[in-house]
């Protein structure tokens, strides 16, 4: 029942990131996924993959060692003052050098009895950035159990190099909405 098949959502994601430049908006909020549910491996901090080697094609040092990072934390109840109901996740990005590119976009999902529903996507540009965050917000029915996703992918040019990486994290069990600690009535 799975739409994305693992042949297919590589394929995708393999021409996605070298065809396609960077997104050139600087910021955006959406109700159309950006990002598959099922995009790339599970974790919640991995390194950026190079899409460039050296001239020769044997510069194995420069796609070995990742300039960049993405980083998704788990989808949480925001602790966001003044903030009630609703579930945050956050995708962060750090390069280690000044990129001339640095993108993210992301999307949050709940898991329904039909598969992941899409509740919110974003993106985020900024050149020159070393560090790059993207928060997603989705408000939710009290008392609501469910599991959510994170799913983003993450973009640098650093020199002529492209870093890239799409991953995902999420709950292994159901939070349940409550109210934001802290929250005033």
Same mark, same amino acid.
């Given at each position: 029942m799975n739409r994305w098949s693992a042949p297919t959502l590589i394929a995708a994601t393999l021409v996605t990131l070298l065809a396609a430049p960077a997104p050139a908006a600087v910021a955006a909020d959406t109700d159309t996924p950006l990002v598959p549910a099922e995009a790339g491996p599970a974790g919640s901090d991995l390194p950026l993959v190079s899409g460039q080697t050296g001239s020769s094609g044997s510069d194995v040092s420069a796609a070995a060692i990742s300039v960049c990072t993405g980083g998704i934390d788990y989808p949480h109840i925001s602790g966001t003052s003044g903030v009630t109901y609703t579930i945050s996740v956050h995708f962060d990005g750090s390069c280690r050098t000044t990129p001339t590119q640095h993108n993210i !976009? #992301? !999307?949050? @999902? %709940? &898991? %329904? $009895? @039909? #598969? $992941?529903? &899409?509740l919110r996507s974003g993106s985020v540009t900024k050149p020159t950035a070393r560090k790059l965050r993207l928060p997603l917000n989705k408000g939710c029915d009290g008392g609501a159990l469910f599991r959510y996703r994170g799913s983003g992918r993450f973009y640098a040019l650093v020199g002529k190099t492209s870093w890239s990486r799409s991953f995902y994290n999420e709950n292994a069990k159901e939070i349940k909405c409550v109210r934001t600690p802290g929250a005033s009535s």
């Open positions: !976009s #992301g !999307s949050l @999902y %709940r &898991h %329904r $009895w @039909y #598969g $992941w529903e &899409h």
